[in-house]
């Protein structure tokens, strides 16, 4: 058995990125397909969470309601800090997510997106004493939190909170020595406390999967395994990593996912030094850290297309093209320059992007 006595295999089924249709509803079929897939190449874990709108729903159906429980293991989160003003709405989510997924419980439950002033919410919320309460009551089985702040704040919230049985973090090789996400120095305060780790956002959004052609070249010279399959193992070849989400929005990609993880010990000295070229190489160009998660655009007042905006932007920075970014992803949401620097973007961003700033930088490109 692995970590908290659970058998999981290193990938794990992110569901914050389903595929849909044109017409916006989700591919039931397709995720059906998945779901069957990534269950018999012998990997369990999935994970959603009360604020992806349709996606604790959508999985009820693709597979809680066509696979036995015990065959598998769901993770959802509640997101107290967005709008809950009373312990009784802040528990509702949790209630909601049951109703939703039709799950009888949870294996993994997780306290959503701690960081900065998000953080005290759930203690004044008392929500740490409730999911106790539930675990106490076998609706969960293991409680932990997602991180989003520095590594000084997980200290303080794993000395706080010793009850924590594991903690999310977003952990690739190109956040590794980030000054805002951390991801090293996070993983050995994880370490310290002897708290085992779900990994969020191995592939930076995408941006990992499909790098600049710089970056490209480096995995191409190094061997034929995808941008991806490297951006896993780099992080599968951490200690203390119970699974590695991924958020696969295809067949094409789950294949690729599952071959790079299906039975991966690590990476060798010298692959390590492949993932410190290609490391290199995107620090070359200026981004903007944005994992299109869209938590910004659930509190913009003017419905500016934001991580859209982003999207763009770091388009034109590697790849000199903006145009057809823009018009696949903003959604028929407002522009950069409708922006009126009210700032309440900035305190949902789990990234601690300076948003009214960079959509100023946006607006120059996109208008």
């Known amino acids: 058995m692995g970590y908290l006595g659970e058998d999981i295999g290193k990938l794990g ?11 916006g509803s989700f591919d039931h079929d397709l995720i059906c397909e998945m779901v069957d897939e990534f269950l018999a190449s012998g990997f369990t874990y999935f994970d959603t969470a009360w604020v992806y709108g349709g996606s604790e729903e959508e999985i009820a159906k693709a597979l809680v309601q066509r696979h036995p429980r015990e065959r598998y293991q769901l993770a959802t989160k509640g997101i107290s800090w967005m709008g809950c003003r009373t ?12 109703e939703r997924t039709g799950a009888g419980y949870f294996d993994f439950y997780l306290l959503h997106m701690t960081g900065g002033p998000r953080t005290r919410v759930y203690d004044d919320l008392g929500m740490w004493d409730f999911v106790a309460q539930k675990k106490a009551e076998g609706l969960i089985r293991h409680i932990g939190f997602s991180h989003h702040g520095s590594a000084a704040e997980l200290d303080e919230i794993l000395t706080a909170h010793p009850e924590s049985e594991f903690v999310q ?5 190109l956040d590794w020595d980030n000054p805002i996400n951390q991801s090293r120095a996070c993983l050995e305060v994880a370490a310290k406390h002897e708290v085992p780790v779900v990994v969020m956002e191995p592939l930076r959004g995408g941006l990992l999967a499909e790098p600049p052609d710089n970056v490209r070249k480096v995995f191409a010279d190094a061997g034929d395994a995808s ?5 896993l193992r ?8 119970i699974t590695i ?7 094409d990609q789950m294949r690729d996912n599952i071959k790079a993880l299906k039975g991966f010990t690590g990476l060798s000295a010298a692959e390590m030094k492949v993932i410190d070229e290609a490391q290199a190489a995107l620090n070359s ?3 903007i850290p944005c994992t299109a998660c869209n938590y910004c655009a659930k509190v913009c007042p003017q419905d500016v297309a934001i991580s859209a905006s982003f999207l763009t932007l770091n388009a034109d920075i590697m790849f000199g093209r903006h145009v057809q970014e823009w018009l696949n992803a903003s959604s028929d949401r407002q522009k950069p320059s409708a922006c009126i620097e009210c700032h309440a973007c900035e305190e949902a961003c789990p990234q601690g992007i300076a948003i009214v700033d960079e959509l100023k930088r946006a607006a120059a490109v996109i208008g």
């Open 13 to 23: 089924f992110g569901l914050m990125r389903l595929p849909r249709l044109a017409d």
């Open 227 to 231: 941008p991806a399959a490297w951006a």
């Open 87 to 98: 312990p009784e709405e802040a528990q509702s989510h949790f209630f909601q997510s049951l």
């Open 234 to 241: 780099f992080v599968a070849s951490q200690p203390n990593i």
């Open 245 to 251: 989400l991924s958020g696969m929005n295809s067949m």
């Open 285 to 287: 160009f200026d981004l």
């Open 169 to 173: 973090l977003q952990v690739n090789y």
